[in-house]
């Protein structure tokens, strides 16, 4: 059971937009910035959020983060067939004293 | 170009000792903490803990604490990961990755901008 929940699975069709849901609490999302890490099968994660809503460089502006109290939400708009892979939400968590991941979200582009 | 390239798949028996590598390129290795995640079969991400590889500056997820040791030397641009005693349970992905940013007293970012391939260990009697 992770500390951080998001759904196990999502899907959209090509073109349209998909939001990914991370709930903690206030030990970690509610104090902490939020990250998110792409990993495409059978590959290492891939940096793609940061502090909350920042894209590292080479990101494209279809992903997109947002936070609101204990929440965080990743968006894609313009799905790709490339772009199903896992996505994980992940923070800093001060009760715990250690770096907590959601349990992973699984995107299919149908 | 940041690189991280981690050491070749090992197959161990339980009981047996090993040590892992990440080699990183293209920027001042000493500068950046040094972070390792590990992945079991069909699972998600955990993060085991983070070393500095200038000061040697370690911190130890609670679940890893005692479990493994990270260990580093910025004169080869290396950090590393090792068991002195693996169980069946060891068998996983692990990845090592830098950190965007730096760890303080009471925190780190979770901002690991660059990863290496991964580490496959498998322990098997």
């Given at each position: 059971?992770?500390?951080?929940?998001?759904?196990?699975?999502?899907?959209?069709?090509?073109?349209?937009?998909?939001?990914?849901?991370?709930?903690?609490?206030n030990s970690n999302i509610g104090n902490h910035y939020v990250s998110w890490y792409q990993q495409l099968p059978g590959t290492a994660p891939k940096f793609l959020i940061y502090e909350n809503n920042k894209r590292p460089s080479g990101i494209p502006d279809r992903f997109s983060g947002s936070k609101s109290g204990t929440s965080a939400t990743l968006g894609i708009t313009g799905l790709q067939t490339g772009d199903e892979a896992d996505y994980y939400c992940g923070t800093w968590d001060s009760s715990l004293s250690v770096v907590v991941f959601g349990g992973g979200t699984k995107l299919t582009v149908l | 170009e940041v690189q991280l390239v981690q050491s070749g798949a090992e197959v161990?028996?339980?009981?047996?000792?090993?040590k892992i590598s990440c080699y990183?390129?293209?920027?001042?290795?000493?500068?950046?903490?040094?972070?390792?995640?590990?992945?079991?079969?069909?699972?998600?991400?955990?993060w085991m803990g983070i070393i500095h590889p200038g000061d040697s500056d370690t911190r130890y997820s609670p679940s890893f604490q005692g479990q493994v040791i990270f260990s580093a030397d910025?004169?080869?641009?290396?950090?590393?990961?090792?068991?002195s005693s693996l169980k069946a349970s060891d068998t996983a992905m692990y990845y090592c990755a830098r950190l965007l940013g730096y760890c303080t007293s009471t925190s780190c970012p979770l901002d690991f901008d660059s990863w290496g391939q991964g580490t496959l260990v498998t322990v098997s009697s």
């Open positions: 059971q992770s500390v951080l929940t998001q759904p196990p699975s999502v899907s959209a069709a090509p073109g349209q937009k998909v939001t990914i849901s991370c709930s903690g609490s | 161990k028996k339980p009981g047996e000792s090993l990183g390129s293209g920027y001042s290795f000493g500068t950046y903490w040094i972070g390792w995640v590990r992945q079991m079969p069909g699972k998600g991400l955990e910025k004169s080869i641009t290396t950090a590393y990961l090792q068991w």
